[in-house]
Antibody
């Protein structure tokens, strides 16, 4: 299982850190991702971190503002979000992605999500 | 960025009928890194199909996926009441990873 926390109401320009706790066996071998969903909208990939933690990827709209990281000793994934904008308002899902061989790393284990609201 | 266009945007069917959902990519995504997800209101998405045609663990065999290149299909035979939900396709071969806009399957 994966369980997100840290969502809150924050003013534009503010910061927030999301956390995602995972079981050890899930965390150690998975690519980890954040996906968001604005109210009433579709799914939007935000960021990935490799299973070794040495490679990170971001969508353009969050590059330079968001930072993904993982702590193997705590089995926890983080998303540090700075300079937040109204358009960042969404439910943020943590996703653990196992290897499926030639099937790659689909998004197979989702958390329940945590709501981030950016508003004054 | 690979744009995925799903059709139709919504469809109304009855339990017991079959459903065919389409997903077209703006460029070829090969055949291995396309997935389908089901999402019900207030819930997280659930992986149904990965690698374009492989069912995820625990997914009933009435769900099947096919396609390659730019055209992919999710087929649901014999709809059950619990199948009425939103469905998203996804490509996870190119960055940024992208999702289609979704197809709403309604009773």
């Amino acid at each position: 299982q994966v369980l997100e926390s840290g969502g809150n109401l924050v003013q534009p320009g503010g910061s927030l850190r999301l956390s995602c706790a995972a079981s050890g066996s899930t965390f150690d071998n998975c690519v980890m991702s954040w996906v968001r969903q604005a109210p009433g909208k579709g799914l939007e990939w935000v960021s990935d971190i490799s299973n070794t933690g040495d490679k990170t990827y971001y969508r353009d709209s969050v590059k330079g503002r968001f930072t993904i990281s993982r702590d193997f000793s705590e089995n926890t994934l983080y998303l540090q979000m700075n300079t937040l904008r109204a358009e960042d308002t969404a439910v943020y899902y943590c996703v653990a992605r196992s290897s499926y061989g030639i099937g790659g790393y689909p998004f197979d284990l989702w958390g329940r999500g945590t709501l981030v609201t950016v508003s004054s | 960025e690979v744009v995925l266009t799903q059709s139709p945007g919504s469809m109304s069917l009855s339990p017991g009928e079959g459903a065919t959902l389409s997903c077209r990519a703006s460029q070829s995504v090969g055949g291995s890194y396309v997935a389908w997800y089901q999402q019900k209101p207030g819930q997280a998405p659930r992986l149904l199909i990965y690698g374009a045609s492989s069912r995820a663990t625990g997914i009933p065999d009435r769900f099947s996926g096919s396609g390659s290149g730019t055209d992919f299909t999710l087929t649901i035979s014999r709809l059950e009441p619990e199948d009425f939900a939103m469905y998203y396709c996804q490509q996870y071969v190119y960055s940024p990873i992208t999702f289609g806009q979704g197809t709403r399957l309604e009773i």
